[in-house]
């Protein structure tokens, strides 16, 4: 089993701007999020903390890591957030206004990045033999890997909040999705189907 971990709130976050590759630090706000979410990750089932080698991701990293007296392992390039060239430090707003097809300049292709997520998660277990990880990432290299795994458009998939947690787990030779920001997959594939039924309506 691996938790792909959403890392926390930075100042970006707060005000909306797209980080990508930017090496946003953590916020006051995020650190705290980071030593209240420990506690759900609690009862000793997990066996390591690993993460993105971005700042912010590293350092909830860190900060989980000494909340659960875990061993913290090693940074995963695979892990790093979608690279938006351009369009870091943009709002949503201001990104609708000059890319409105999203075509940003120096963006990683959207179908590259689940692939490179599925690699790191494939890294991941090899480095430390099948044991349940936490594994702390960025909101879109997780939804992007969500989708890989489970077949749906990533853009049907939920926006998920700082410190949110999705299960996924490598059984019968291939990985399967067990949660969503903390939503059971059953439950939340639903949300995802019903999503991308409506944007078909509106198209």
């Known amino acids: 089993m691996l938790a792909l971990i959403r890392h926390g709130q930075t100042d970006w976050n707060f005000a909306g ?16 999020q980071a030593r209240a ?8 089932m997990w066996q390591a903390v690993v993460s ?10 860190e900060i ?16 790093l957030e979608q690279e938006y060239g351009e369009g870091e430090g943009e709002t949503l707003t201001d990104l609708a206004v000059r890319w409105p097809d999203r075509a940003i300049p120096g963006k990683e292709p959207d179908d590259e990045v689940g692939p490179r997520g599925l690699r790191g998660l494939e890294r991941i277990r090899r ?3 099948g044991a349940p990880v936490l594994a702390v990432a960025h909101g879109a290299l997780i939804r992007f890997t969500l989708s890989s795994i489970s077949g749906h458009n990533p853009r049907h ?3 998920l909040d700082n410190l949110s947690s999705s299960h996924v787990r490598f059984e019968d030779a291939a990985w ?11 439950e939340a594939s639903l949300d995802i189907e019903r999503r991308g ?5 509106a198209a």
């Open 157 to 159: 998939y939920p926006r």
């Open 127 to 129: 480095d430390h033999g």
């Open 37 to 44: 979410a420990a506690s759900a990750f609690s009862g000793g």
């Open 64 to 79: 989980l890591a000494d909340a659960l007296d875990l061993p913290l392992g090693g940074t995963y390039d695979e892990l």
């Open 17 to 32: 701007r797209l980080q990508g590759r930017t090496d946003i630090p953590l916020n006051a706000v995020g650190r705290a």
């Open 52 to 61: 993105s080698p971005l700042g912010r991701a590293r350092e909830t990293a």
């Open 176 to 186: 399967r999705v067990h949660s969503v920001g903390g939503i059971d997959f059953a």
């Open 197 to 201: 039924a409506e944007v078909e309506r």
